[in-house]
């Protein structure tokens, strides 16, 4: 029998697990401050569900199999689609704009590295019903905004629009297939093939020298660079119109942070249509946020035609990153108080447990029925705060004794008094 756990998944001991919860509460602080209600939707989807639209990248690396009833599932590895099914069939009438969130773990059979694993935990912020760039500057505005809650500095979010890409194929009347294709190998940046695959499909040269001088543009003066792509385009209509609205989603942010605009940059996912973007910190070549616009997802699904856009910041990936950044990852936790009964004090102890819980106090009970001494050097092995001692004698007048373990004192006082005492 193995004993270790599935290559690619992780056990979270209780540091690891409070490291990972920091960072949720922050997301769920940001559901509520930008009014994104939380939903939750089944670990198990139908295959068919990601092999519509989710890329090759990922469909290829899913966790699937047949259950007893012969159904084709597979364990979910990412979000939009599920949450796009509910728009397409329960939450298809509802009125819009619509705006969820969630925060679900995922799972894709990546080669395990830093920062990938093979379960993982992703939040994600989902805007429907939109097509405006307000739209797109929220989901900036609230990715930028959990970076800085979470106390990130030098970040870069590095921005594109697929819509540019796509339109100068489209002109060229390159298949969805091979569209596709050759934004799956700009997501690796592997241009060359890029430059292959095109030829092999009998591209035009222009097309592919278009391609090429996108390749090529990026820069972190906004202006400038959108200047650049803007020449690159200027015969191809619809590219143009993808890059205006890129213009103005950036336009309209308040408060912007750093922005790298980068032409030749695509991300794995089939659906996008208009923005995309993602968010490294300097030296971490990993994506820590990813996001961008899908307006026709929701259609394809069978329902309503639906704009949105959305983000899904990495929860792992932002603590390794915290980590490596020496963010402080450790919140100010209440104190602990160990209550040991001494003799047959077990039911004055847990009456006495019972208040100070009542009064928002952290309290172990002692129930492995040790001595004095032991208990105590478990609380300083524990690092706890303080021990209340219940003993005979003092229960008597009504009193405990109080023992601060970091200053090493012990004090005798009324029980009433043990909540005000306690520094929290
Ligand atoms: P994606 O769904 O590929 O757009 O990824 C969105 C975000 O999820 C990325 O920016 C990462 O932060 C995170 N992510 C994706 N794949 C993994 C993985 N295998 N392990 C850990 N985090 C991941």
Redesign the pocket.
């Known amino acids: 029998m193995k004993l270790t756990s599935v290559r690619g998944m992780r056990d979270f001991l209780p540091e690891d697990l409070a490291k990972r919860r920091l960072v949720e509460a922050r997301v769920r602080e940001l559901f509520e401050l930008y009014n994104y209600a939380e939903i939750e939707t089944p670990v198990l989807e139908h295959f068919d569900l990601f092999a519509k639209k989710s890329g090759e990248e990922?469909t290829q690396r899913m966790y699937s199999f047949t259950d007893l009833s012969g159904r084709k599932l597979v364990l979910r590895?990412?979000?939009?689609a599920p949450v796009a099914r509910l728009m397409a069939t329960t939450l298809r009438t509802s009125p819009k704009p619509i705006r969820l969130g969630y925060i679900w773990s995922?799972f894709?059979y990546?080669e395990p590295q830093k920062?990938?694993?093979?379960q993982?935990?992703?939040a994600g912020f989902e805007l429907f019903g939109s097509k405006r760039p307000e739209a797109d500057a929220e989901i900036i505005s609230v990715s930028n905004q959990l970076m800085k809650l979470l106390g990130f500095r030098g970040y870069e979010f590095r921005v594109n629009s697929v819509a540019v890409l796509r339109e100068v194929l489209k002109e060229h009347n390159v298949s969805e297939g091979v569209q596709n294709q050759t934004l799956g190998l700009i997501d690796k940046r592997r241009y060359e093939e890029v430059v292959k695959t095109l030829r092999a499909s009998k591209v035009s040269q222009d097309c592919i020298e278009t391609m090429k001088q996108l390749f090529g543009i990026k820069g972190t003066d906004v202006p400038t660079t959108i200047s650049k792509i803007k020449r690159t385009v200027e015969d191809y209509g619809d590219a143009r119109e993808g890059l205006e609205d890129l213009e103005t989603i950036v336009g309209l942010l308040d408060n912007p942070p750093r922005i790298l605009i980068d032409a030749g940059f695509a991300?794995?996912?089939e659906y996008y249509t208009g923005l995309i973007f993602?968010?490294y910190l300097p030296g971490l070549p990993?994506?820590?946020?990813?996001?961008g616009r899908y307006d026709n997802l929701v259609e394809t699904f069978g329902g309503e035609p639906t704009p949105a856009v959305g983000c899904?910041?990495?929860i792992?990936?932002?603590v390794l990153a915290m980590e490596e950044q020496e963010v402080a990852t450790d919140e100010q936790r209440p104190a602990v108080v160990y209550v040991v009964p001494v003799g047959e004090m077990r039911t004055k102890a847990m009456e006495i447990s019972a208040k100070l819980r009542q009064e928002k106090v952290r309290v172990e009970l002692e129930v492995s029925g040790r001595g004095l001494k032991q208990c105590l050097s478990y609380a300083r092995a524990r690092e706890y705060e303080y021990v209340v001692i219940v003993g005979p004698e003092e229960a008597k007048k009504g009193m405990v004794i109080l023992r601060d373990m970091k200053a090493n004192v012990q004090t005798e006082l009324p029980v009433e008094r043990l909540p005000s005492q306690i520094k929290r």
Do not use: N
């Open positions: 990922i590895p990412e979000g939009t995922f894709r990546d920062g990938r694993y093979r993982f935990y992703q991300r794995g996912l993602e968010v990993i994506a820590l946020i990813g996001g899904a910041p990495g792992d990936r932002l």
